[in-house]
């Protein structure tokens, strides 16, 4: 029984990540939201979830209990990620990643003639889309938390539930 119960979590942690990237996609590629380099960087956790769980569910001997484990610190970096995109988003810091900064000093003109012909990174601090007054950033910090939560904890749910 508790084999069928990992097995069914990581099938819903590998469906929350799949479901969470077409989203994200869709909302880049039809509703033309464009993405920063921070927003990309949060898709990486749902990749490596995905990766993990599709791992974890083909093989055999595999360990789903420490999968889900490995699957919950996950979410829960990538929460600290969003939580640091939405500081940079509400300007309580500065991005590292340097995000779109246009402030360069150029050593010629032909060198600032060429980077008027590409288009120039989005910036992090700048804010596409929001619900009740919230970001994106915001939703997946906390949906991470809940789900790395949820999947650190998992053992010790299943053997309260077997206790009663």
Do not use: W
């Given at each position: 029984m508790t084999i069928l119960t990992d097995k069914l979590t990581l099938i819903i942690m590998l469906l929350f990540s799949?479901?969470?990237?077409?989203?994200v996609?869709?909302?880049?590629?039809?509703?033309?939201?464009?993405?920063?380099i921070l927003c990309k960087y949060q898709r990486i956790p749902y990749f490596s979830i995905i990766l993990f769980s599709c791992l974890s569910l083909c093989s055999k001997?595999?360990?789903r209990q420490g999968a889900l484990k490995l699957i919950g610190y996950i979410f829960l970096a990538g929460?600290?990620?969003?939580?640091?995109?939405?500081?940079?988003e509400q300007h309580w810091w500065n991005a590292a990643t340097?995000?779109?900064?246009?402030n360069q000093i150029f050593s010629n003109f032909e060198e600032?003639?060429?980077?008027?012909?590409?288009?120039?990174?989005?910036?992090?601090d700048e804010i596409n889309w929001t619900l009740f007054g919230l970001s994106?950033?915001?939703?997946?910090?906390?949906?991470?938390?809940v789900l790395g939560i949820l999947c650190l904890t998992f053992d010790k749910l299943r053997t309260k539930k077997r206790d009663i």
């Open positions: 799949i479901v969470t990237l077409l989203f996609f869709i909302a880049e590629l039809i509703f033309g939201l464009e993405p920063c001997t595999a360990d929460s600290f990620l969003a939580f640091y995109h939405n500081g940079v340097g995000c779109g900064d246009t600032f003639q060429s980077l008027l012909k590409i288009k120039m990174p989005k910036r992090c994106m950033t915001v939703y997946n910090m906390l949906l991470s938390i």
